[in-house]
């Protein structure tokens, strides 16, 4: 298996635009993860979907923010306007049962940076 | 509020010289701690996963603990190869979710 594919790997763009950011999860896997990677405040969980369907997404920033799993094999995190403050590494993480017990693979990740 | 704090932030070794990394944690009911290992540019790679006080899992020259307050990831005999970003994360109960360490950054040089 090509393990979870993300693209695209770095995207620049400027303030006020919109960012979609694509993840393809391992197939099989009923669970993904979209988290988010900065410095200041490390690995953070932004999304997590069980069988395509939202189940915690408390960890979205704000209303800007929003995430689509339409099937099995895909899933898309959109930022709408983009800020600067949103510049980090996104990750999509998928894993082969329900919830957090279960080891996750990770995808090489998203670098976004706004200006 | 779930607390993980991972120390030292960043470690140098030579090869050979073994070394233990310390997660520690405040959580409420704990139902796993993770071990990831994250290379520069790329995702985090999982290592291990414990679930109780006790608990000792190995692989090639690492060795993860568990304890009721804290884990190690002992390294032995480290190679360059094993520089890396290592990532420790719990699943607690009451979070329902995994919360992320900050790293222990670790530099092996020959």
């Known amino acids: 298996d090509a393990g979870v594919i993300q693209s695209p790997r770095h995207e620049v763009t400027e303030m006020g635009q919109e960012v979609t950011l694509r993840c393809k999860p391992i197939s099989g896997h009923n669970s993904l993860f979209w988290y988010r990677q900065t410095m200041m405040r490390g690995l953070e969980l932004l999304i997590y979907f069980n069988n395509n369907v939202p189940i915690d997404d408390s960890g979205m920033p704000e209303d800007r923010f929003s995430a689509k799993m339409p099937n099995a094999s895909f899933s898309t995190l959109k930022i709408q306007p983009s800020e600067p403050r949103d510049s980090a590494v996104y990750f999509c993480?998928?894993?082969?049962?329900?919830?957090?017990?279960?080891?996750?693979?990770f995808g090489p990740g998203t670098r976004l940076t706004v200006t | 509020e779930d607390q993980v704090t991972q120390s030292p932030e960043a470690l140098r070794l030579q090869e050979g010289e073994s070394s233990s990394l310390n997660c520690s944690y405040t959580v409420s009911g704990l139902r796993g701690l993770f071990w990831y290992r994250q290379d520069p540019g790329k995702g985090p790679e999982f290592l291990f996963t414990?679930?109780?006080a006790g608990e000792e899992k190995e692989k090639e020259r690492l060795k993860a603990t568990l304890t009721k307050k804290e884990s190690f990831l002992h390294i032995t005999a480290p190679k360059p190869e094993d520089s890396a970003t290592y990532l420790c994360?719990?699943?607690?109960?009451?979070?329902?979710?995994?919360?992320f360490g900050t790293g222990t950054r670790l530099q092996v040089t020959l």
């Open positions: 993480a998928s894993s082969p049962g329900q919830g957090f017990s279960y080891e996750q693979y």
């Open positions: 994360a719990v699943l607690t109960g009451t979070a329902s979710k995994l919360t």
């Open positions: 414990l679930y109780s």
